[in-house]
């Protein structure tokens, strides 16, 4: 008994530094370190291309630090978790977290965001300001995404495309006439009717070798693209300036599911860092695209500025390309006029200061 005797001061005192601490008093504030939260990242695009180098990476480094390491991440590239048209299907069942999401590969999932590649005649910096718009305030587009049940972070559109031919000059508009060219299809295969020349289904790793057989005579790329799929090998004549459009909706998309579990503040983090990798990823983009023409131009290759009536010419057939998407929507069942006068509402705004990217916030998720 004397023995126990000696023990209960400290006991008591333990008992009551215990309550201390469970209360919150002074006797110890500092909070238990907390595992990192690991995100799986996927994606199917080179480690040098845009997106990853200025686009994903820059948005992980920024989450990073402004969660002191809260939140982590574990990257898959090179495709190893998943196809290029089964990102959403991924992210929803939770096989990534986050994931690149191209629109034109989409057109199931998100059949009203397709209108951003339907041809308006915008800069990339437009196309990328007015979809972001449209996919973080309240209308059609940001009600798919949630459908889709992903919040969008990363936004970038591609460069302008142009026309690439190996022997064919490309002085107007007239000369693409009847040249069988390589398209990625949908909204991009009536362009190249629209200039009177046949569009071609071939998969881009089999341009190069369709080109040499002659089964294409050309095909439509950004600059910054060529190095990736060895086009300067066989392309020698190229249009610049010419008007054409080039992808956008390129997105890296987090599951909601995912994104709801973060804490306020680390869920504004990744929003944050979106926005912020949105700016480098397409500003990268643009000064790529014009490196690579340089580049490209110091080794020979021949280009084209087209008149300004055939560019001119070359925008009319915008209009009723729209018109007739339009018209495809509705057929289906899609508000298509609704959701193009949405997003041409939305670029009035994005083309006062188009490099200037709307905040995303928790209110807008």
């Not at 629209?194 to 040499?212: D, L, N, Y």
């Not at 956008?248 to 973060?262: N, Q």
Request: one cysteine or more.
């Amino acid at each position: 008994m004397k023995n126990m005797h000696k023990f209960v001061p400290g006991m008591l005192c333990a008992a009551v530094f215990s309550v201390a601490v469970a209360i919150g008093g002074s006797a110890m504030t500092a909070k238990p370190v907390q595992a990192a939260e690991t995100l799986k990242v996927g994606y199917y695009i080179g480690e040098k291309h845009p997106l990853v180098s200025h686009g994903i990476n820059v948005f992980m480094e920024e989450v990073k630090q402004a969660t002191n390491g809260e939140i982590d991440f574990r990257v898959f590239p090179a495709g190893q978790l998943f196809k290029p048209r089964d990102t959403v299907r991924s992210l929803q069942t939770g096989i990534a977290d986050i994931g690149l999401v191209v629109m034109p590969y989409h057109r199931e999932e998100f059949p009203l965001s397709q209108v951003i590649n339907v041809p308006h005649g915008w800069t990339p910096w437009e196309l990328t300001n007015s979809y972001m718009r449209a996919s973080v305030s309240p209308g059609l587009i940001k009600d798919e995404w949630e459908k889709n049940g992903l919040v969008p972070l990363v936004f970038s559109s591609n460069a302008a495309y142009e026309i690439h031919t190996a022997k064919l000059p490309l002085p107007d508009m007239a000369s693409v006439k009847g040249m069988k060219i390589r398209s990625s299809g949908g909204v991009f295969d009536d362009i190249v009717t629209s200039i009177g020349a046949v569009p071609v289904a071939i998969k881009t790793p089999e341009i190069v070798e369709a080109i040499e057989r002659g089964t294409i005579d050309a095909t439509v790329y950004a600059f910054s693209n060529w190095g990736s799929y060895k086009l300067g090998e066989v392309l020698n004549h190229t249009t610049v300036n010419s008007g054409l459009p080039g992808p956008s909706g390129l997105v890296y998309a987090i599951s909601k599911k995912v994104f709801d579990k973060l804490t306020p503040e680390q869920r504004q983090a990744v929003l944050d860092a979106g926005r912020k990798a949105s700016i480098t990823a397409q500003t990268q983009t643009l000064d790529m695209n014009v490196e690579a023409l340089a580049e490209l131009k110091a080794k020979g290759l021949k280009t084209y500025e087209w008149p300004a009536e055939d560019v001119a010419a070359l925008k009319k057939t915008f209009e009723p390309i729209r018109a007739k998407w339009v018209s495809d929507m509705e057929a289906s069942n899609h508000p298509g006029k609704k959701v193009l006068e949405e997003l041409e509402a939305f670029h009035k705004t994005a083309a006062e200061a188009p490099e200037d990217l709307p905040a995303h916030t928790l209110g807008d998720s």
